[in-house]
């Protein structure tokens, strides 16, 4: 079974600290994503991976940034951590650009304060 | 945004009884997936169906699509207190990034 692991299941930071979420996942996938899941707006995507090294910009990438220096690990960095991106974090893995379904971790819930 | 809509926003039904959650999207799509997410948790992918087919099955679970109106249907037959969660759609369009629709929490009482 693919394994998609996070590193926290909760985190609680204070505004203006750097804060890391990583993703790993277990079966060699090319592509690795991260959403935001708020109430009511269902999941939104920051960023996204398709190889090592590379990175996309997906609908809400403002406040955050991503880094993918190996194909399984793949880390998203709020830069100066607001109480707005006080949220649930999910990170995904698909297998390669043609194949659709993700893979999900279990969630970070981040609290900012 | 290109995010799609479900409805309803929640439903509740008794065991052994059917649920039938809707998504409409706005944009042309390659394909179509549900996915289930169990409170505080992550999403498990439930099934996919393409552009060219209108209905596919998966157990207790019928999808059906109907491009023309841009919406879906999840049908879950049989109900059981296991299947409460949110149900999320989720559409692809040229690229393998998806575009997940608001979602509909599905309470199942015994």
């Known amino acids: 079974d693919v394994k998609v692991t996070q590193s926290s299941r909760y985190l609680v930071k204070r505004t203006g600290e750097k804060v890391f979420l990583e993703c790993v996942q277990d079966?060699?996938?090319?592509?690795m994503f991260w959403y935001r899941q708020d109430p009511g707006l269902g999941l939104r995507l920051i960023y996204f991976s398709y190889d090592v090294k590379m990175k996309e910009k997906g609908d809400i990438p403002e406040g955050y940034s991503v880094s993918r220096e190996k194909k399984e690990r793949f880390s998203l960095i709020l830069e100066s951590a607001s109480t707005n991106q006080t949220s649930m974090y999910l990170c995904?893995?698909?297998?390669?650009?043609?194949?659709?379904?993700?893979?999900f971790g279990p969630g970070t819930r981040l609290t900012v304060t | 945004s290109q995010q799609g809509e479900e409805d309803p926003q929640a439903l509740s039904i008794q065991e052994g009884e059917n649920a039938t959650m809707n998504c409409s999207y706005k944009t042309s799509i390659n394909n179509l997936q549900w996915y289930r997410q169990n409170s505080g948790r992550g999403l498990v992918h439930l099934i996919l169906i393409r552009s060219n087919e209108r209905e596919k099955h998966s157990g207790r679970l019928r999808v059906t699509l109907d491009t023309s109106k841009k919406s879906s249907s999840l049908l879950i037959t049989a109900s059981r207190a296991a299947d409460t969660a949110s149900y999320f759609c989720a559409h692809t369009g040229t690229a393998s990034k998806l575009t997940f629709g608001t979602g509909t929490r599905l309470q199942v009482t015994l």
């Open positions: 079966m060699d996938h090319e592509n």
């Open positions: 995904a893995s698909s297998l390669w650009a043609g194949s659709y379904e993700q893979y």
